[in-house]
């Protein structure tokens, strides 16, 4: 069955370093995701992106924060100089069409750990 | 602003009864409401998604209602098994034309055998 993957599955950098996770959607679907789980809190929404620009993003998302579908496979977040706060589990999602209310599939996520 | 509560302590049953599982929202209307189960460091898996104008969606062994009215939903597990043992997530989405998802805590269920 196909899966969304991120990579890396674990990534430690120090803070004020950029930092690139990166995800592969499920290949025939149009619409992703960036969320953010801190440690023992609630998956937090950080930005969709749909036809190849951002369809909503929320107030995390500021201008440390980017997305980019470089090619017709990965989808990847960028952010520019982390702080220690940005540390927590990144999940991307994916979902089949173009209809948002269509099952989201996450991926298993990249834990990142800011020092 | 908007509020979305499930219940922050575990909900210990045994093994093939009902568990029922509580989403509350203030000052949301949400266009649908979806429920997704999350293992310890995994990503969140989806369930059941119901919408607005509907009261009840069912899929095998679960059952989710949505009241509009009193603003909630329940999520309902029957013939639990110890399988189901994990955290349970509600989000609300696309209410007011955005269509931001907004997740809850969760509630962690421990089916005992």
């Known amino acids: 069955e196909p899966e969304v993957t991120q990579t890396p599955s674990h990534q430690v950098t120090q803070m004020g370093q950029e930092v690139i996770l990166r995800c592969v959607p499920i290949?025939?679907?149009?619409?992703f995701y960036w969320y953010r789980q801190i440690l023992g809190q609630k998956v937090e929404f950080l930005v969709s992106?749909?036809?190849?620009?951002?369809?909503?993003k929320s107030e995390i998302f500021d201008d440390q924060f980017s997305v980019e579908r470089p090619d017709g496979s990965n989808f990847t977040l960028k952010i520019r100089s982390t702080k220690l706060e940005d540390s927590a589990m990144y999940f991307c999602?994916?979902?089949?069409?173009?209809?948002?209310?269509?099952?989201?599939?996450f991926g298993p996520g990249t834990r990142l750990t800011v020092l | 602003s908007q509020k979305i509560e499930q219940n922050s302590e575990a909900l210990n049953i045994q093994e093939g009864k009902t568990a029922t599982l509580t989403c509350n929202y203030t000052?949301?209307?949400?266009?649908?409401l979806q429920w997704y189960r999350q293992d310890p460091g995994r990503g969140p898996v989806f369930l059941l998604l119901?919408?607005?104008?509907?009261k009840e969606k069912r899929k095998e062994r679960l059952k989710v209602t949505f009241d509009t009215t009193l603003k909630q939903s329940l999520f309902h597990i029957t013939a639990s098994q110890p399988a189901d043992s994990a955290t349970y997530l509600c989000?609300?989405?696309?209410?007011?034309?955005?269509?931001?998802?907004?997740f809850g805590r969760g509630t962690s269920l421990i089916v005992h055998p």
């Open positions: 999602a994916s979902v089949k069409g173009s209809d948002r209310s269509n099952e989201q599939f």
């Open positions: 290949s025939n679907h149009l619409y």
């Open positions: 992106f749909y036809n190849n620009e951002i369809s909503e």
């Open positions: 000052n949301y209307s949400p266009a649908y």
């Open positions: 119901i919408r607005e104008n509907e």
């Open positions: 989000a609300l989405e696309g209410g007011g034309g955005s269509y931001i998802p907004t």
